[in-house]
């Protein structure tokens, strides 16, 4: 049975760059028919789509995170990793890896992790 | 970008009766539309995609049906586990986004 789990500080300062890791058991990141997402939800609100990345490397952006947003895979540890710097208040939140299928719905989905950003 | 409506913002219903959540795509999405259910605490999960399709272990009392750009999740008979937050997403095209969810309450 695939899991994902997110891991990463659970505080990040305001202008510093949060990075996250979502390690990935019990199946291989490697799949051609899977893209690997990252989706936030800010607390109460609802669910934001970051980006996703295809083993390949090719990777799909929101638009309106774009210019802060880097994903990245590591095949050789079956993990992906996702970096958005310039943070501000607005980017607390719980941040969630999944897995997507190639037609894009997620299905699994990590069990989230809640980042905040305060000085 | 396209814009997904989810009515009513919270629905209240008493367990065993029926509850339709409506979901709207500001342009068509064909039937490429999934439904996720969250509860408090937890991670969402997949319900149905292709708009009518119920995923792996899902009860066959959720059904979804629509396309184009007006969508139902239909729980034929509220369980005390149903009530939760649910959410539409359309995958026609980039960016993938999310309606604002619908709360299912107890009545």
């Known amino acids: 049975q695939l899991q994902l789990q997110e891991s990463g500080p659970g505080l990040v300062r305001p202008s510093e760059t949060l990075s996250l890791t979502c390690t990935v058991s019990?199946?291989?990141?490697?799949?051609?028919?899977?893209?690997w997402a990252w989706i936030r939800q800010p607390p109460g609100k609802g669910l934001e789509w970051i980006g996703s990345?295809?083993?390949?490397?090719?990777?799909f952006y929101n638009p309106s995170l774009k210019s802060r947003v880097i994903i990245s895979v590591k095949m050789s540890k079956n993990q992906f990793s996702l970096n958005l710097s310039s943070v501000t208040a607005a980017d607390t939140a719980v941040y969630y890896c999944?897995?997507?299928?190639?037609?894009?719905?997620?299905?699994?989905w990590g069990q989230g992790t809640l980042v905040a950003v305060s000085s | 970008e396209m814009v997904m409506t989810q009515s009513p913002a919270t629905l209240s219903v008493s367990p065993g009766e029926r509850a339709t959540l409506s979901c709207r795509a500001s342009?068509?999405?064909?039937?490429?539309l999934a439904w996720y259910q969250q509860k408090p605490g937890q991670s969402p999960r997949l319900l149905i995609y292709?708009?009518?399709t119920r995923a792996t272990g899902i009860p066959a009392r959720f059904s979804g049906s629509g396309s184009g750009t007006e969508f139902t999740l239909t729980i034929s008979s509220l369980q005390s586990e149903d009530f939760a937050v649910y959410f539409c997403?359309?995958?026609?095209?980039?960016?993938?986004?999310f309606g604002g969810g619908t709360k299912v309450e107890i009545e």
């Open positions: 990345i295809y083993y390949s490397g090719s990777t």
């Open positions: 342009q068509s999405v064909s039937s490429n």
């Open positions: 997403q359309h995958y026609n095209s980039w960016p993938l986004t």
């Open positions: 999944a897995r997507a299928d190639v037609n894009n719905w997620f299905d699994p």
């Open positions: 019990g199946g291989s990141i490697s799949s051609s028919s899977y893209y």
């Open positions: 292709g708009a009518s």
